[in-house]
């Protein structure tokens, strides 16, 4: 049976815990009222997604075990977005993996997403083109002829667009079976016939750079971190690290060390019990101890204070469901 809902976010911290098929952490890079909309639509097999999101971001993204994910800009309008460096263009689709990759974007960020059990996917691509994909494919940026895409995308905004003003209809069998049916069809002509987009030698070595970066910061969330130290860590020099997050993240190591744990203290504060937690447990908890300075640079990006937020209820986000309003977003259908 379909099922459909729309969140409206104000905090990025709260989007992750609504995407079931990924893992998804989103760091909004400057000051700013920060907004995303997620729709969601459950399919038989289907998950599809569609995102907008205000900011500009970099996110970190793996797709959950057993499953296979595609993405692509879902409108033309939408901003700069680059994965693993990459600037993917209209029209592209990304292939997204099991391991965690960096993606990041400018403001008005328009994505959308389809993923489908690996198993299905094979059966999908046996029925339409004789074949299973290669298990050992290693393709992440697929450009497949305009004409696919085209088609893809419109049907994709189609699906957002039913789950906004008519979730109703989803519910009729001969639609659900309809829609699913064609949007997998154009999923496995994509990634079938469309041509590869290698990455270079160097961006490979960047990639693995940066995926070693980000073990060593979630390996060490709690005490000062220097470039040499890093860099020593992850046996590299500082200046190929440098390059590597400036492609990847769009900005040095330690801008995004500092901005990452900014926002995981801010996720701290927001979840903690104020009557229980303090700021400088917190605070300190995520490697930060010059606490006058830190306080100075939250309300410079945050615009407010740590203390405001730790006594500010975590938000309870916008829930648009086509089931009744009482199913917690805890609840939601795991797909």
Aim: aromatic share 6%.
């Amino acid at each position: 049976m379909a099922w459909s809902r729309v969140f409206d976010f104000t905090e990025p911290s709260a989007c992750s815990a609504v995407i079931r098929s990924a893992q998804l952490e989103l760091i909004p890079t400057v000051r700013g009222r920060f907004h995303a909309e997620i729709t969601q639509i459950g399919m038989n097999r289907l998950l599809v997604h569609r995102f907008h999101v205000s900011l500009p971001q970099v996110n970190t993204v793996a797709v959950k075990p057993g499953r296979r994910s595609i993405g692509f800009l879902s409108e033309p309008g939408s901003s700069r977005f680059l994965h693993c460096g990459v600037e993917i263009l209209p029209g592209d689709i990304i292939v997204n993996r099991s391991d965690v990759v960096h993606q990041r974007s400018d403001a008005n960020l328009h994505y959308g997403t389809m993923s489908l059990p690996i198993d299905d996917l094979d059966a999908a691509a046996e029925t339409i083109i004789g074949r299973e994909f290669p298990k050992t494919r290693q393709t992440q940026i697929v450009r497949p002829q305009s004409a696919l895409t085209v088609r893809l995308l419109k049907l994709h905004k189609s699906v957002g667009q039913l789950a906004h003003d008519n979730p109703h209809i989803l519910e009729l069998p001969q639609v659900l079976r309809s829609l699913e049916h064609e949007l997998i069809h154009l999923m496995v002509r994509c990634l079938a016939e469309g041509a590869a987009v290698e990455p270079s030698a160097g961006g490979r070595r960047h990639e693995i750079i940066v995926a070693q970066f980000e073990e060593f910061l979630e390996a060490n969330p709690s005490r000062p971190l220097y470039l040499v130290e890093i860099c020593a860590a992850i046996g590299v020099a500082e200046r190929s690290l440098r390059a590597s997050c400036k492609e990847h993240l769009g900005m040095g190591p330690i801008r995004y060390l500092t901005l990452r744990r900014m926002h995981l203290v801010r996720r701290a504060l927001l979840s903690s019990d104020p009557w229980k937690a303090t700021v400088t447990q917190i605070v300190t908890d995520h490697g930060f101890w010059e606490l006058g300075r830190f306080s100075v640079a939250y309300n410079l990006l945050f615009g407010e204070t740590p203390s405001y937020t730790l006594r500010r209820p975590a938000e309870q986000p916008e829930v648009h469901h086509d089931r009744p309003s009482s199913l917690a977003v805890t609840h939601l259908p795991v797909a």
